[in-house]
């Protein structure tokens, strides 16, 4: 668990990290939101940057009125991702 970070890790955060837009977006194949979140389950660099932007979204989903266009099985992932990271 504590092996620290090898080239190809870091290599794989950030190809997992450019698609996490489209993750958020409902875009992303079904196979790749599953190698995204399992990823995500191990590493706490890529889960930090996903609650940001989780975070982010839900924000601006209580700020403004319109809801955004998230699909619901995405928005459901993602209120479960941060209801699991709360205290
Ligand atoms: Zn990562």
Redesign the pocket.
């Known amino acids: 668990m504590s092996k620290p970070h090898t080239h190809d ?1 870091v290599a ?2 950030q190809e ?2 450019g698609q996490l837009n489209e993750y958020v977006d409902g875009e992303l194949a079904a196979e790749l939101c599953r190698d995204l979140e399992e ?2 389950a191990g ?1 706490a ?2 889960r930090v940057v996903f609650d940001t932007l989780a975070k982010t979204i839900t924000l601006y989903h209580q700020l403004d009125a319109t809801p955004i266009a998230l699909p619901a099985d995405v928005e459901e992932r993602l209120l479960r991702r941060l209801s699991l990271g709360a205290p």
């Open positions: 890790d794989r955060c997992l990290l990823h995500m590493c660099d890529c």
